[in-house]
């Protein structure tokens, strides 16, 4: 069975078994490359998910408290369950969710896709200048056309750039999965995982900061990546902090880079890489630049792999007595 | 002689170096007054939001010190510090801050002699390195 009439099946059946009160998951928008996220209620609603290469973002920056008050009223239940489709980051962000106390692990039921890469919407669009009408999946190839025209990428090559040094495909944490587990590309030692973090900290201090001058040069200050990120759920943001104001309101580059530097810090052994702040990005900052380095020192310095294992506390919860320390006189 | 003085903030954990300082400085050893004190509870209490706001406003180095490992008046908030300090200092020196304007160390109150010798190296250090001139927050210049 295709496994988007799996997902299907399996939503509808949590869904009139009345095990969970919402699924939440991706369904089409309105534009070929895209997906948009999707609360279902109720049966008919279910038959709306979909599962393909374009759901990019991160579900789990869904998951709010908010949601698990207001379930159905009709449900008289008093903590809503709620189901979620997750790929393998999703999952890890779950896992950091619970790990931070944001809800418990039985407020949701984990349905698992097994995820081969999400394709890069630029890198779409790039292939397909006309536009895209549909996009139809096929061996690992996809299929865009536009007016009856077709044009045939290899999803190897729209990869977004995180699945490819993707640590883990499919959830770690699920209830059940919507199809068959995916093989892993054992990533999560090879010498070149971090080889794009190695060529910038090669560079001397001065080739560095032009390097994120540049980077960082087109942003708008959206704060979508922000928006985004399923970790970012502060009630209020330092950005928006006024006494003392951290960090300035314009766009120039000392506030951009503090904007970036801070938040990037904020989710130091938090990031699971799953690339939703860069897909949700309207100017294409490859704003991960900031965040991988953080992933790369905590697995150095504390042996640490975000959102891995459920029982363990995050990195700056704990200490180890032989954590790194040559840096302190 | 016309030398370039830098301007450094330095944070300083109430229960250790601060008192450190102070002994120093009844004791008479010399250090050159570049520092600009801020007295913290802990050095556990410095977040990055601190250290990147002294930068921003154009201090030329941030100097942090608390109490050594296993001595912290709250037990264990040095080793919280010293990860997150870690992780701090890598993404910063990663973006362009140059090696040597983010110092730490532990020194404990009776080290009034460390304090002031660790006082000179971060001093020169930082005076070799000159004036900051990465992540500074000025006015917008108008025409
Ligand atoms: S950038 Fe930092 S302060 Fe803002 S929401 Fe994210 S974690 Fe919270
Ligand atoms: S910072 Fe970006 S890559 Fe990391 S968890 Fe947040 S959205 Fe995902
Ligand atoms: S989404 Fe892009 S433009 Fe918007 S704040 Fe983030 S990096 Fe800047």
Redesign the pocket.
Known sequence: MELNDTLRDIAKKLLEEGRVDAVLGFRQSSLAHMTEPFLATTAEQADQLVFNSCCRMNLAVYLTPDLFRSGRPESGKKSPRVAVTAKGCDSRNIVTQIQENRYKRDQVHIIGLPCTGMADKAKLLAAAPEGIDTITEKNGTLILSRDGKETVVSKTEVLQSNCLSCIIRNPVIRDEMAGDPVPELDMDSHPDRFADVAEIEALSPADKAGFFETL?S???????????CPLCYCPVCFVDESRPQWVGKTIAPTD?MA??LLRAFHDAGRCTDCGA??A??????P?RAFTRKTIKDAREGFGWETGMDLNLRPPLDRFDLKDPGDFIR | MNQFEPKIITFLCNWCSYGAADLAGVSRFQYPPNMRVVRIPCSGRVSAKMILHAIRNGADGVWISGCHPGDCHYIEGNYYARRKFYLLKELLEYSGLEPGRLQFSWISSAEGVKFAEVAHEVIEKIRDLGPASRFIKRLPEVA
């Open positions: 960082v087109d942003c708008t200050r959206c704060y979508a990546c922000r928006n985004a951009v904007f970036h702040c860069e949700a990005c309207p100017m294409d900052i704003m």
